[in-house]
T-cell receptor, first 114, second 114 residues
Framework: GNSVTQMEGPVTLSEEAFLTINCTYTATGYPSLFWYVQYPGEGLQLLLKATKADDKGSNKGFEATYRKETTSFHLEKGSVQVSDSAVYFC?????????????FGTGTRLTIIP | GAVVSQHPSWVICKSGTSVKIECRSLDFQATTMFWYRQFPKQSLMLMATSNEGSKATYEQGVEKDKFLINHASLTLSTLTVTSAHPEDSSFYICSGADSNQPQHFGDGTRLSIL
């Protein structure tokens, strides 16, 4: 079955540091891949997505590239801010976009200190 | 972007009462809605998937009679926790989706049973 393995947290960085959160997956076929972000006490917000190999999703300075050869979708940001402190979830979905279940990673808690 | 509204955001009630949580898609028609449960500092656990006009599909281990899900229209799904007990206390999150949109999440409902 499908599974997502995500970098264990928590991760603490200084403001303006470079961020990488690793995510690898196991799936049959060609899944869609997502990063969601959860701020304290809130639901999840879609951060970025990629639907096929070599696609790069990007939003708010965050990027992730769908690497089929390494089955990875690592999240990166060049210069983090305090406001980026949140929990980040990598997720895997099906071809039928929203109508299929998502498989989530365990989440990575990120704290940015000024 | 797609918006999902969840209400209430926080509810406290006595043991034995039933609690209804609403999930609305505001600017798109959610052919599929998902209900999740999240324990503190953990990932999301899918409880059930509901398609408009049909019975929900529950994940293994989720009690259908305990967690009643109704998806009567393309913009509204409800989760009713029946005869709630303290062990039902949790953070419940819904999401809505269609074939053109990835899942968009509500802000969650924090349920506390005394």
């Amino acid at each position: 079955g499908n599974s997502v393995t995500q970098m264990e947290g928590p991760v603490t960085l200084s403001e303006e540091a470079f961020l990488t959160i690793n995510c690898t997956y196991t799936a049959t076929g060609y899944p869609s891949l997502f990063w969601y972000v959860q701020y304290p006490g809130e639901g999840l917000q879609l951060l970025l997505k990629a639907t096929k190999a070599d696609d790069k999703g990007s939003n708010k300075g965050f990027e992730a590239t769908y690497r089929k050869e390494t089955t990875s979708f690592h999240l990166e940001k060049g210069s983090v801010q305090v406001s980026d402190s949140a929990v980040y979830f990598c997720a895997l979905g099906g071809l039928n976009f929203g109508n299929e279940k998502l498989t989530f990673g365990t989440g990575t808690r990120l704290t940015i200190i000024p | 972007g797609a918006v999902v509204s969840q209400h209430p955001s926080w509810v406290i009630c006595k043991s034995g009462t039933s609690v209804k949580i609403e999930c609305r898609s505001l600017d798109f028609q959610a052919t599929t809605m998902f209900w999740y449960r999240q324990f503190p500092k953990q990932s999301l656990m899918l409880m059930a998937t509901s398609n408009e006009g049909s019975k929900a599909t529950y994940e293994q281990g989720v009690e259908k009679d305990k967690f009643l899900i109704n998806h009567a229209s393309l913009t509204l799904s409800t989760l009713t926790v029946t005869s709630a007990h303290p062990e039902d206390s949790s953070f419940y999150i819904c999401s809505g989706a269609d074939s053109n949109q990835p899942q968009h999440f509500g802000d969650g409902t924090r349920l506390s049973i005394l």
